[in-house]
């Protein structure tokens, strides 16, 4: 799905007063950079390598955003799916336990590395209290 797709589902949901359904889309490069996504169902979406800077998520559903930190000073976020939530950080795209390594591997034991594992930490608590998607 591109940007023009998700963004049209998004106006004709909000046109008639309703949550814009992008559950399960794949958004994986989409370029949505300052989009409107409020009020979205972003519950199981792929957004490997999608461009969120500056999209406005206010009560979008199933999504989680952390920021900006860590050693790029960028936003990281958490999407909700049904096996668990997937995080998108920089170019990475992947599970929870995914993350931890490659943060471990990466960030060893400095400041980046605590901050990760503190996300890691919120994303898991935000995940048991609103469940999968």
């Given at each position: 799905?591109?940007?023009?797709?998700?963004?049209?589902?998004?106006?004709?949901?909000?046109?008639?007063?309703?949550?814009?359904?992008?559950?399960?889309a794949?958004?994986?490069?989409?370029?949505?950079?300052?989009?409107?996504?409020s009020?979205?169902?972003?519950?199981?979406?792929?957004?490997?390598?999608?461009?969120?800077?500056?999209?406005?998520?206010?009560?979008?559903?199933?999504i989680?955003?952390?920021?900006?930190?860590?050693?790029?000073?960028?936003?990281?976020?958490?999407v909700?799916?049904?096996?668990?939530?997937?995080?998108?950080?920089?170019?990475?795209?992947?599970?929870?336990?995914?993350?931890?390594?490659?943060?471990?591997?990466t960030?060893?034991?400095?400041?980046?590395?605590?901050?990760?594992?503190?996300?890691?930490?919120?994303?898991?608590?935000?995940?048991?209290?609103?469940?999968?998607?």
């Open positions: 799905m591109n940007r023009e797709e998700a963004l049209e589902i998004v106006a004709v949901a909000r046109g008639n007063g309703l949550r814009a359904n992008l559950r399960g794949n958004l994986s490069e989409a370029y949505l950079r300052g989009a409107d996504l009020w979205a169902d972003l519950s199981g979406a792929n957004l490997y390598m999608a461009n969120l800077r500056g999209a406005n998520l206010y009560m979008a559903k199933g989680l955003a952390i920021g900006p930190g860590g050693s790029r000073g960028d936003m990281l976020y958490a909700a799916h049904d096996d668990g939530p997937r995080i998108m950080a920089g170019c990475f795209w992947g599970t929870v336990a995914e993350f931890r390594d490659k943060a471990n591997e960030r060893g034991d400095n400041e980046h590395a605590a901050y990760y594992e503190a996300c890691i930490a919120m994303i898991e608590a935000w995940y048991a209290a609103y469940g999968g998607a």
